[in-house]
């Protein structure tokens, strides 16, 4: 068995390779590769520091926050696999295994030794990105294998965890503790921490109030129990990255040799959920191929909710509008969900203020810079992961050509649903900003918050401006796709690999830079205007001023790029197979 | 030899398939055939050990599937409708990673003898990527005749064949069966099982409708009439049902 096993790996390793390498003869790969090489370099290799292990190392500043929060999200991974596991037991198998595998001579708990060794295998592959990603040139000095073995240990942990806790939630529904118990349970568990996080919040406020800076508040807090407890299983995990080279062995050997052993002695059936499972990922494949659009759910579609009534939508642009909501698969993205967190948001910005008082602008500002982070990664970022547009619609291009209307109007429409679902979250971001930068401020921030009715005007020229400036975004990627379809559509049998990833750094770059050309001529007469005027009217509404006129020559352009869209698209030809 | 006694499988409370018994022989070729839903996969699946049955006893040659699995499995191999291959192995390592699985003698002579007969010599070097649909299916083929079994199980063997395809695949099943392997097929198209098979067994919803030769099952739902189809006495045999 070992000898079969070793065999599909490593020949599977060096043919990847060989894959890869041969690709990059061909000019398009290599110039992919090229600039992601590049980029690396320059922004990871070249640097000699930075690593989440220096951040630990005896004499690091114990003021910074970064090492503080780190434990929080191996915790978040850890809980979401008991907070919302699958259906079904998870030990994952591709179509391939299944055939190859399930009908080999081998006990079943062979299977499942293969599986936990795969799946450190995959682990290795993973932490040497983060690795390299996180300690750039350091991962190459003679620390740097203890910082690659502490991140296959962390990457290796979380998934051969995630095994472990689907199958023993399996096996405690086949002992009768079914799911609606066990979320009950969960949910009285996560009402008992969160009201005793409070309680010792309150207890604590004085100390907490007393806190020179974020990161003192920030360590304060999560020292109090039962948050300190709950870190526990995070930082055992992230222990390796900064304990001295024999602890950080035994350590790592420990977890991975515990979380195995926890999953052999398990003796779950797992057969009918991994078939299962690799016909659902076969399908999502299938699909990733023909749409290009990637999807991390494995659930079997179903009838999703009507994001409004088709019957409202007097247009065909609404119409597609409509039905790239419903394709989007995301049922949070109605508009009841966004009300709902804003007013949310609303309540805790209450709370906070209501238990903090003239210290809120401690909390305020932590949550306006999440806002703002939340509200640029809309901006800059979303347009690029969002492609509820053309670009998901290319492989239905057949049918998209004999709709009888003009190629601009069904870009247009094509446009609506990611500009709509964006806008949602940019909205959201600058409402956060908003009432983070609410209340009572030290004078010396006064400046840099702005003052009460400047932050109202600041907050609705951006929100009035941002379905514009995510409209006129959506046409670069939809162009691209119209220019270059292949590289928005995965066919298959085509591997994927280090250029693809090269090609799509590219792209965000033209990307960055197209936004940059569309948006300097309507933020220059936007800033002309406001300047001019403020000498008039005032900096508050010589600021709408300018808001509204850079948005008409916006508007403009928006109407250029969708009338050579359209010309693009009527000149498509479908991509054969 | 299959026999197969009071096979059941139940997920959860649904029963997929209820007490299930049939035997196939040496030279024998089972059709199994019944509408969608009507349990022909799962009962592949849990004849081949890749999913457990609930209850029922599966011998393989005399060998219990459920007591021995490791020695059962050796008997046998499993086609199934799509050709799933690893992405990263060529055809030649797939023939030499099953050979390393059942621990074949001479596994390169064999590996030989298997691309000439399937005429994929001269993609031994390739990924399957590089192969049409038809050589893949060759090569999954070619690996499962690798270790000489003597029991196969088919499902849907003619999915995305062209009729080159169809017409060899079908000389292929009748030649494994002349050569003594018990096989059982599963199929929506009528017309392979009429040419093919010597028996045939028809499902319902998990139920057992009618089993035995195509002759025994033919005279059973004919009502007297002659030259009666598979078709018409399928249709006749699970009602409306859709195939």
């Known amino acids: ?577 | 030899m299959i026999e197969v006694a009071a096979l059941q499988k139940r997920y959860g409370d649904h029963v997929a398939v209820r007490d299930l018994s049939f035997r196939v022989g040496p030279g024998e070729l089972l059709g199994l055939v019944g509408p969608n839903g009507a349990g022909k996969t799962t009962t592949l699946r849990c004849l081949t050990g890749i999913i457990p049955a609930t209850e029922g006893t599966i011998l393989i040659d005399g060998v219990d599937l459920k007591a021995d699995p490791v020695a059962a499995k050796r008997r046998y191999s499993f086609f199934p409708d799509e050709p799933r291959l690893f992405d990263y192995l060529t055809v030649a390592q797939h023939l030499g990673f099953v050979a390393r699985i059942y621990g074949v003698a001479d596994a390169d002579t064999r590996a030989r003898e298997l691309l000439e007969r399937f005429e994929l010599t001269d993609k031994a070097g390739e990924l399957p990527a590089a192969l049409s649909r038809g050589m893949k299916q060759k090569l999954v083929i070619a690996c499962g005749l690798m270790h000489n079994p003597s029991v196969l199980f088919f499902d849907e063997p003619l999915t995305g064949l062209d009729p080159l395809g169809i017409r060899r695949m079908k000389d292929l099943i009748r030649s494994l069966a002349k050569s003594g392997a018990s096989i059982i097929l599963s199929s929506h198209l009528l017309h392979l099982l009429e040419e093919v098979c010597s028996h045939v067994l028809i499902l319902k919803q998990g139920v057992t409708v009618a089993s035995g030769t195509l002759a025994e099952v033919t005279n059973r739902f004919s009502n007297g009439e002659s030259n009666v189809s598979l078709e018409e006495i399928f249709i006749r045999a699970t009602g409306d049902s859709e195939t």
């Open chain 1, 1 to 577: 068995m070992v000898r079969a096993l070793l065999f599909l790996r490593t020949r599977s390793l060096v043919n990847a390779v060989r894959v890869q390498l041969r690709k990059l003869r061909q000019p398009k790969a290599l110039l992919g590769f090229a600039f992601l090489a590049t980029y690396f370099w320059f922004f990871f290799f070249r640097r000699g520091n930075g690593s989440i292990a220096t951040l630990w190392a005896p004499g690091a500043p114990q003021a910074s926050l970064v090492p503080m929060l780190i434990p929080l999200i191996p915790t978040a991974l850890l809980a979401f696999a008991w907070i919302a596991p699958g259906d079904e037991p998870a030990i994952p198998f591709k179509e391939s295994e299944i055939l190859f595998l399930f009908t080999a001579p081998w006990r079943r708990r062979a299977l499942i030794v293969y599986k936990i060794a795969a799946s450190l295998f995959g682990s290795f592959f993973s932490a040497f990105f983060f690795a390299l990603l996180f300690t750039g040139r350091l991962l190459f000095s003679p620390r740097g294998l203890l910082i690659l073995f502490a991140w296959v240990v962390l990457v290796g942990a979380i998934a051969l965890h995630r095994m472990a806790s689907s199958l023993t939630l399996h096996r405690l529904s086949r002992a009768g503790v079914a799911k609606p118990m066990r979320r009950r349970l969960l949910a009285a568990a996560g009402i008992a921490v969160v009201a005793v996080a409070i309680l010792q919040l309150r207890s604590h406020l004085p100390e907490l109030a007393a806190a020179q800076d974020p990161a003192t508040w920030v360590r304060q807090v999560i020292g109090l129990w039962p948050l300190s407890w709950l870190l526990v299983p995070a930082r055992i995990l992230l222990f390796p990255f900064s304990a001295a080279p024999l602890a950080a062995l035994g350590t790592g050997v420990a977890i991975i040799g515990i979380l195995a052993a926890w999953i052999l002695v398990l003796e779950c059936p797992f057969e009918e959920a991994s078939v299962n499972a690799a016909g659902r990922a076969a399908a999502r494949l299938a699909t990733m191929q023909r749409t290009g659009r990637f999807s991390f759910t494995s659930r079997p579609k179903q009838g999703r909710r009507e994001p409004f009534p088709l019957a409202r939508a007097r247009t065909p642009e609404l119409a597609f509008l409509w039905k790239n909501l419903i394709a989007s698969g995301k049922l949070w993205l109605s508009p009841r969900t966004w009300a709902l967190t804003a007013a949310a948001l609303v309540a805790l910005v209450a709370v906070l203020s209501h238990l903090m008082g003239n210290t809120y602008w401690k909390a305020g500002g932590a949550i306006a810079t999440l806002g703002t982070i939340t509200m640029w990664y809309g901006l800059i970022q979303g347009p690029l992961i969002t492609r509820l547009d053309l670009r998901q619609d290319l492989g239905n291009l057949d049918i998209l050509r004999t709709y009888p209307l003009p190629g601009w109007r069904i870009m247009a429409g094509e446009l609506l649903a990611p500009t709509a679902v964006l806008t949602g979250i940019v909205w959201l971001g600058i409402l956060a900003w908003y009432l983070g930068l609410h209340g009572h401020q030290p004078p010396a921030l006064s400046m840099v918050w702005f003052s009460p009715p400047m932050r109202i005007v600041i907050a609705g020229a951006a929100a009035f401006a941002t379905p514009f400036v995510l409209l006129a975004e959506f046409i670069i990627p939809n162009l691209a796709a119209t220019l270059f379809p292949s590289l928005f559509r995965m066919l298959p049998g085509r591997a994927r690999g280090l250029d693809q990833a090269g090609h799509r750094m590219l792209f965000g770059f033209g990307q960055l830079a197209g936004l940059i050309l569309i948006l300097a001529g309507p933020a220059l007469l936007g800033w002309l205007a406001t300047y001019l005027t403020h000498f008039l009217l005032g900096a508050g509404p010589a600021l709408i001023t300018g808001t509204v006129l850079g948005v008409v020559l916006l508007s403009a352009e928006i109407v250029l790029g969708i009338w050579f869209l359209g010309i693009r698209f009527d000149k498509l030809t479908p991509l054969s197979e």
